[in-house]
């Protein structure tokens, strides 16, 4: 996504992991805390993000980390409203930091992927599994699987649900409006306890981010990348072409998975935990991490490091495939990554 000014200059800065986020300091956002005081760093999260941030950056960290995880727009309404006022914060849907927030840089650090993710010990889940990769759709129609989501009001999940239903409703022959077919206003859960309502038996499938089936060791299909929001190579004139719009009036666009976060208040610990988080240094991530981009209004401002993928075995021995109409430059992440960057900071 563009920030919609056009004489904001900006470049790309090839640089690399700590050397490159020690940049972050000069940029003009945000207040200053007193480095020299030792501090607890606050973070606001995505609730996506909580089992990351919890079990992956809270232990790799030298200082005190809190973390704050709810669906992101959530995150945005909290902090525009002064009910939070975090050291650090990260949404899953980088147009949020267009608006509500509005930080003057940000970094976007990484993606995922929509997925449909079930139980396989329950009826439903077992459905499910036999419909698999190409016919999901149809037991959720006959009403034979119990569904969880999350609300579009409140996170960005909740709104690419809707998404990747119209998305598939277009893609597959032999649907059409699975939104009001699959449905209905008592499947909607909070995002920071959707999977744990198969613990509770009271969903048979949700739909999810990739990285929250795998982090919670359930079974889920894999959605194809017409569908899944995933691929850059259909952002611009297929995930585009849906829409949802926030209470708030703003207009979401349909698009690629984007991560990010920016520093609100700069101290020394801050920008050390910010390096951690959003440069892939973490032992072990669940996320699609195809690289990290700054971007800024002032170009002084703008980082980002090399491109990378770091992804855990579960995910990592699933090798990347060429989808249909690539040609091998296009299938090859980084290549795909480099022009997603230009086009988001065009």
């Known amino acids: 996504m563009t920030d919609g000014s056009p004489t904001a200059r900006r470049r790309f800065l090839l640089t690399a992991g700590t050397a490159a986020v020690a940049g972050i300091a ?16 606050a973070i606001l999260a995505a609730g ?22 709810h669906g992101s727009a ?31 840089w940000h970094s976007v650090f990484t993606s995922n992927s929509v997925v449909i993710a079930y139980n396989p010990d329950t009826d439903g889940g077992e459905r499910l599994a036999d419909a698999g990769t190409e016919r999901w759709y149809e037991p959720m129609v006959n009403g034979n699987v119990n569904i969880g989501r999350t609300d579009p009001d409140q996170d960005p999940l909740g709104y690419r649900t809707l998404f990747m239903l119209e998305l598939a409703s277009r893609y597959y022959d032999d649907v059409s409006s699975l939104r009001e077919q699959i449905l209905q206003q008592d499947q909607i859960y909070p995002e920071t306890s959707l999977i744990s309502q198969f613990e509770t038996g009271s969903i048979d499938a949700a739909i999810a981010y990739r990285n929250m089936a795998v982090e919670r060791d359930y079974e889920y299909i894999e959605l194809p990348d017409q569908i899944n929001l995933s691929n850059p190579q259909y952002a611009e004139n297929w995930y585009s072409t ?33 390096d951690i ?57 980084t290549k795909s990554y480099r022009r997603w960057s230009r086009t988001l900071l065009s």
Do not use: W
Request: aromatic share 4%; charged share 20%; hydrophobic share 30%.
């Open 242 to 274: 849906t829409s949802y719009t926030l209470p708030s009036g703003q207009e979401i666009e349909g698009g690629l998975i984007s991560y990010g976060s920016t520093i609100r208040h700069m101290s020394d610990a801050a920008v050390s935990v910010f």
């Open 48 to 69: 996506s993000l909580q089992n990351a941030l919890a079990n992956g950056l809270k232990p790799a960290v030298d200082v005190p980390v809190e973390i704050e995880a």
């Open 74 to 104: 959530t995150v945005a309404r909290m902090i525009d409203e002064g009910q939070r006022d975090p050291d650090i914060v990260s949404v899953a849907d980088v147009a949020l930091f267009e608006e509500p927030l509005s930080p003057s």
């Open 277 to 333: 988080h959003t440069t892939g240094k973490l032992p072990c991530s669940t996320f699609i991490r195809p690289g990290v981009i700054s971007k800024s209004m002032d170009s002084s401002c703008a980082i980002n490091s090399l491109p990378i993928r770091a992804t855990c075995p579960r995910v990592s021995d699933r090798q990347p495939t060429n989808p249909a109409g690539l040609n091998p430059e296009s299938a090859d992440p």
């Open 26 to 41: 000069g940029c003009t956002s945000g207040s200053s805390r007193d480095s020299s005081q030792p501090t607890t760093v």
